[in-house]
C-alpha cells in the first residue's frame, strides 16, 4: 500500500471509478466495491481514515465505580483496559 505524509492512498487500494460510481445520484449509483469488505488493505485504510485521530469511546465510567476497578476491551483487534485510579480518575 502506498502512503501520503504517513496517511495510505485509496487509489493504491481500490479502482477509484468504483468508489466515484458511488457517489452518483442514487438511480446510476452503486454501492461500495467488493474490495471495501474483502480487502485487508482497505480496512487499513478504514481503520486509519475513522480512527488515527480521534478518541473513540469503549465503555461507560459507571462500569468501574470503585477504586482499582478495571474493565478489559478490545478495538479493531487492539487489546485495550479501563482503570478506576486511586484518584477516582479513569
Known amino acids: 500500500m502506498v502512503k501520503n505524509k504517513d496517511k495510505y492512498l485509496l487509489s493504491a487500494i481500490l479502482d477509484l471509478r468504483k ?9 446510476e449509483a452503486h454501492g461500495l466495491p467488493n474490495e471495501c469488505y474483502t480487502s485487508n488493505e482497505y480496512l487499513k485504510f478504514e481503520r486509519d481514515k475513522i480512527f488515527s485521530d480521534k ?5 461507560v465510567g459507571s462500569s468501574i465505580s470503585s477504586i482499582g476497578d478495571a474493565k478489559p476491551h478490545e478495538l479493531l483487534g487492539i487489546p485495550l483496559i479501563m ?3 486511586k484518584d477516582q480518575e479513569i
Not at 468508489?19 to 438511480?27: G, N, Q, Y
Open 19 to 27: 468508489i466515484k460510481a458511488v457517489l452518483k445520484p442514487i438511480e
Open 55 to 59: 478518541w473513540t469511546v469503549i465503555g
Open 83 to 85: 482503570i478506576r485510579g
